[in-house]
């Protein structure tokens, strides 16, 4: 099986082709520039690098979030855009699980994949390295580094575009981590790939973005409707 996939929920993007356990290829940017702008020119160099074309893939797949709500629904989209084309399934997975999967080397470790969710939170998720698969610890979850902390009584691997932030609130903690390699650490398509290849057929379809929280747009809402209720209470 061939699978094309999508990364863009962070500040790196990326596309990487799959076929039958190993790498094809892979192509990453992490230079801060719009992902509307270079996801699917990422996506159409790598194949014709390859001398494929989107047809010649068997699955679309896509990290579906959580992350940036802007590169989520970019990614979304054009994967989607993608597999109607092509007339391909496609498949969403989880960020952090993706995450994850790009660090099955690291048997028995436990994996804090975090990604900064600004306003003082994280987007995390847990995972314990058994037997060359990630076994989930903990649901995909918005949270306070304050809550998080916690949950790491021993010596964690930080993974994602959080981890760095993470690790800074564990020095000032006195707790033990190690910080993954950024190579390892930054998500990418790869990991996405490896999701959807172990990802049930009957999860095939149209992704849906997740976001855990809402917008700011949307929070800035809520809070303006509140306001004004108090006022006329």
């Given at each position: 099986m061939r699978i094309l996939a999508l990364e863009s929920t962070a500040r790196a993007a990326s596309a990487a082709l799959w076929e039958d356990g190993r790498c094809v290829g892979l192509y990453l940017q992490n230079c801060g520039l719009t992902h509307s702008q270079t996801l699917l020119p990422m996506v159409e160099n790598l194949l014709k690098g390859c001398s494929l074309r989107v047809t010649?893939?068997?699955?679309?797949?896509?990290?579906?979030?959580?992350?940036s709500f802007?590169?989520?629904?970019?990614g979304v989209a054009a994967a989607k855009?993608?597999?109607w084309g092509a007339d391909r399934p496609c498949c969403g997975v989880s960020t952090l699980e993706a995450m994850a999967m790009?660090?099955?080397?690291?048997?028995?470790?436990?994996?804090?994949?975090?990604?900064?969710?600004?306003?003082g939170q994280v987007y995390n998720a847990?995972?314990?390295?058994?037997?060359?698969?990630?076994?989930?610890?903990?649901?995909?979850?918005?949270?306070?580094?304050?809550e998080l902390l916690p949950e790491?009584?021993?010596?964690?691997?930080?993974?994602?575009?959080g981890a760095e932030l993470t690790a800074r609130a564990m020095e000032e903690a006195a707790l033990p981590y190690t910080l993954a390699p950024e190579p390892l650490r930054i998500q990418s398509a790869w990991g996405v790939a490896l999701a959807a290849a172990k990802a049930p057929r009957e999860s095939w379809g149209e992704p849906e973005p997740v976001y855990l929280r809402l917008s700011q747009a949307e929070r800035e809402r809520l809070e303006r409707l509140e306001r004004e209720?108090?006022?006329?209470?």
């Open positions: 010649d893939a068997d699955l679309i797949a896509v990290a579906r979030g959580p992350g802007t590169g989520v629904r970019i855009g993608l597999s790009q660090a099955l080397c690291l048997e028995g470790r436990l994996l804090c994949c975090c990604m900064d969710a600004r306003r847990l995972f314990r390295v058994s037997g060359g698969r990630p076994e989930r610890l903990s649901e995909d979850r918005a949270l306070s580094l304050a790491l009584p021993e010596a964690p691997v930080l993974l994602g575009d209720k108090e006022n006329n209470a």
